[in-house]
């Protein structure tokens, strides 16, 4: 599908066909298409949970405002960061690259985040975002529905999961085949009042 179109026919979707099941191979496309997504410094920080486990969707949606989603989607995706990633052996991060880029790299992974947990915190949910379109887009490209979600009790669902201490869940994405149409699109604010040239 034309990115294009992809983006003007993406809408966030609230009733899916519970019985359907996506192919694992299109579950293993939607992955690596997400993990294509950009992160600061490469450092490659979001974590993709697939929550399968019928039991522990079930849980998840009585801490989600009971939202059918959650449970009818074929996919839950958990989309979390390791708020600590940019100093687990972060080398791996450029292992390609030329040695002098590489330790310019590392400098610079050092000193942007060390005991700045504000950036890593910020970083991560930057991160988290765009590998949620980028999993949006890519669920619609393959023809199917998608809805990023919050509005859920995300201490206790970490909590569920298994959290560790030094990651965050940004949202959810749940995908799978809508059976409603959506609403008409809310209506959009005047380009005027979202577009500002150089300075507010």
């Known amino acids: 599908m ?3 179109i992809a983006i003007k026919s993406r809408r966030a979707i609230k009733h899916f066909d519970p ?3 996506l192919p694992q191979h299109d579950i293993d496309t939607l992955v690596s298409l997400a993990q294509l997504s950009p992160t600061a410094f490469n450092i490659q920080h979001w ?3 697939l929550v ?3 039991t522990l969707r079930e849980a998840i949606r009585a801490l989600s405002w009971m939202q059918p989603q959650i449970t009818d989607a074929s996919l839950l995706i958990v989309i979390c960061a390791d708020l600590k990633a940019w100093q687990k052996q972060p080398e791996r991060y450029w292992r390609n690259a ?3 880029i590489r330790e310019g790299l590392l400098a610079a992974i050092d000193s942007y985040y060390r005991d700045c947990e504000t950036v890593q915190r910020d970083e991560a949910m930057r991160s988290c975002g765009i590998a949620a379109q980028t999993l949006m887009l890519a669920a619609q490209a393959l023809g199917y529905d998608s809805c990023p979600m919050d509005l859920a009790d995300f201490a206790e669902v970490g909590r569920l999961i298994r959290l560790p201490e030094d990651h965050v869940i940004g949202l959810f994405v749940a995908i799978g085949k809508g059976i409603r ?3 008409p699109r809310g209506g959009a604010l005047d380009r005027d009042e979202v577009v500002i040239r150089n300075r507010f």
Do not use: N
């Open 2 to 4: 034309d990115v294009v």
């Open 19 to 21: 019985d359907y099941q």
């Open 47 to 49: 974590r993709f949970l």
């Open 52 to 54: 399968q486990d019928r």
């Open 98 to 100: 030329p040695p002098e």
């Open 181 to 183: 149409e959506p609403w």
